[in-house]
């Protein structure tokens, strides 16, 4: 997932960028008292990142694989 479509759906949300330095912007929902750190541009997320940004905002996390028995 890269960080222009998670962006997309953080500002579809509500969400709105307050900070910028360098390749990092910070996100904050006016609703809400949490900001998140989104680097951008990035073509493709790191998992870990991805599923800590996914974890702060209790998304599902969409890459979650079925065990297998």
Do not use: Y
């Not at 910028?20 to 998140?36: A, D, E, M």
């Amino acid at each position: 997932m890269t960080s222009r479509e998670v962006l997309k759906k953080f500002l579809a949300e509500g969400w709105q960028v307050v900070h910028i330095r360098g390749s990092h912007r910070q996100l904050k929902h006016p609703k809400k008292s949490s900001r998140v750190t989104l680097p951008h541009p990035k073509k493709d997320l790191p998992k870990g990142t991805l599923r800590s940004i996914f974890k702060q905002e209790a998304w599902s996390w969409p890459l979650e694989k079925t065990k297998k028995r």
